[in-house]
C-alpha cells in the first residue's frame, strides 16, 4: 500500500528565507508525486509532479521539488519565501501512472513572519 | 478555460437529512473523482468515475454514492447524514497523456456542515 509522510505538521520562516517542506513516500510501484497548496478556505491548487522524466521538477510561485528514490523523497523548496506564500501545503502520491486515485499526507502549514 | 467547477459552495444540513453535491469536470477531461477533507486532515478518496464508470471507491460506507452523466458532470449523494460528515468536499477531474501521465485539477470544494 502507498502512503505519504509530512514531517512537521506546520513550518515557520521568515520573508525572504529558504522555504523547506518535507514529504516521504512509501509505494511498491514506480510513484507519481504531487505537491499542492492549499489556501484558506479554498480548494487545492497544483504546484508541481513528478512523472520520472527529471528528478528535479519546477512548479509554479518559484517552487520545485527534487524526487529522490534513495530516500523515498520529494521535499518541497522555495529560495526565498513571500507573505503570499503562507498557506497548507499537500504531498500526494498516485498509485501508478494509470491511477487516479491520489494519497494525500496529512498537510503542513507553512508560516511566514515579515 | 473555466476549472472544475462545484455546486453548492456552503451548505447546512441536519442529521439524517440527504445531500446532493455537484461537480463540472474541466472541458475535455473524462475523470471525475472525489475527495472528503476533515477539518485539519488531508484529503481522503471516496470515488472515481471515468466514461460514466465507477473505477474506484475508497473506504466509506454505502450512504455515499456518486454517478457520472453523460457530459461528464457528477453527483455526489450522501444519505442519512452525520454529524462526522461535515467536511469540505472536494470534486477532482484529471486528464491523462502517455508522456505525462495523469494531472489531477480540483476544484474550490463545497463545504458541508451537519447540524
Known amino acids: 500500500a502507498q502512503s505519504v509522510t509530512q514531517l512537521g505538521s506546520h513550518v515557520s520562516v521568515s520573508e525572504g528565507a529558504l522555504v523547506l517542506l518535507r514529504c516521504n513516500y512509501s509505494?511498491?510501484?514506480?510513484?507519481?508525486l504531487f505537491w499542492y497548496v492549499q489556501y484558506p478556505n479554498q480548494g487545492l491548487q497544483l504546484l508541481l509532479k513528478?512523472?520520472?522524466?527529471?528528478?528535479l521538477v519546477k512548479g509554479i510561485n518559484g517552487f520545485e521539488a527534487e524526487f529522490k528514490k534513495s530516500e523515498t523523497s520529494f521535499h518541497l523548496t522555495k529560495p526565498s519565501a513571500h507573505m503570499s506564500d503562507a498557506a497548507e501545503y499537500f504531498c500526494?502520491?498516485?498509485?501508478?501512472?494509470?491511477?487516479?486515485?491520489?494519497?494525500f499526507g496529512s498537510g503542513t502549514r507553512l508560516l511566514v513572519r515579515p | 478555460d473555466a476549472g472544475v467547477t462545484q455546486s453548492p459552495t456552503h451548505l447546512i444540513k441536519t442529521r439524517g437529512q440527504h445531500v446532493t453535491l455537484r461537480c463540472s469536470p474541466i472541458?475535455?477531461?473524462?475523470?471525475v473523482s472525489w475527495y472528503q477533507q476533515v477539518l485539519g486532515q488531508g484529503p481522503q478518496f471516496i470515488f472515481q468515475?471515468?466514461?460514466?464508470?465507477?473505477?474506484g471507491r475508497g473506504n466509506f460506507p454505502d450512504r455515499f454514492s456518486a454517478r457520472q452523466f453523460p457530459n461528464y458532470s457528477s453527483e455526489l449523494n450522501v444519505n442519512a447524514l452525520l454529524l462526522g460528515d461535515s467536511a469540505l468536499y472536494l470534486c477532482?477531474?484529471?486528464?491523462?497523456?502517455?508522456?505525462?501521465?495523469?494531472?489531477?485539477?480540483f476544484g474550490e470544494g463545497s463545504w458541508l456542515t451537519v447540524v
Open positions: 513528478y512523472t520520472s522524466a527529471a528528478t
Open positions: 472541458s475535455g477531461h473524462k475523470s
Open positions: 468515475y471515468y466514461e460514466k464508470e465507477e473505477r
Open positions: 509505494s511498491s510501484v514506480p510513484p507519481y
Open positions: 477532482a477531474s484529471s486528464w491523462r497523456t502517455a508522456v505525462s501521465g495523469n494531472t489531477i485539477y
Open positions: 500526494a502520491v498516485s498509485e501508478g501512472d494509470s491511477s487516479y486515485k491520489l494519497i
